[in-house]
């Protein structure tokens, strides 16, 4: 059983940065496929960025493409997610998943580990 939990998020004024970290309590992340979404009240789970088990390949959503940035640091089992340029649409629960496949997969259903989320609010 992998347990992740999401921190970073908070307030932040159009146009800033936050920092999410998705940390796991057990060192196996090198072998998942990892994935941040996003979910706003009333509208279904959206995929935002993955990144593949060997950090090779990344792939964005075409909304946060070139603002935010995946990353990951298996030594410290944690997952990050830059987002830069924040505006009020990215207002929303972000969360990170594991997937024990090594490729990146862009559906929620396909992941087999969540964490609680962490909310984002980007004030105009």
């Known amino acids: 059983q992998v347990h992740l939990v999401e921190s970073g998020g908070g307030l932040v004024q159009a146009g800033g940065s936050l920092r999410l970290s998705c940390a796991a309590n057990r060192r196996t992340l090198s072998n998942y496929a990892m994935g941040w979404f996003r979910q706003t009240p009333g509208k279904e789970r959206e995929f935002v960025a993955a990144?593949?088990?060997?950090?090779?390949?990344?792939l964005y959503a075409d909304a946060v493409k070139g603002r935010f940035t995946i990353s990951r640091n298996d030594a410290k089992d944690t997952v990050y997610l830059q987002m830069d340029s924040l505006s009020p649409e990215d207002t929303a629960v972000y969360y990170c998943?594991?997937?024990?496949?090594?490729?990146?997969?862009?559906?929620?259903?396909?992941?087999?580990?969540w964490g609680q989320g962490t909310q984002v609010t980007v004030s105009s």
């Open positions: 998943a594991a997937d024990r496949g090594a490729s990146i997969v862009v559906t929620p259903g396909h992941y087999d580990y």
């Open positions: 990144i593949s088990s060997t950090g090779s390949s990344t």
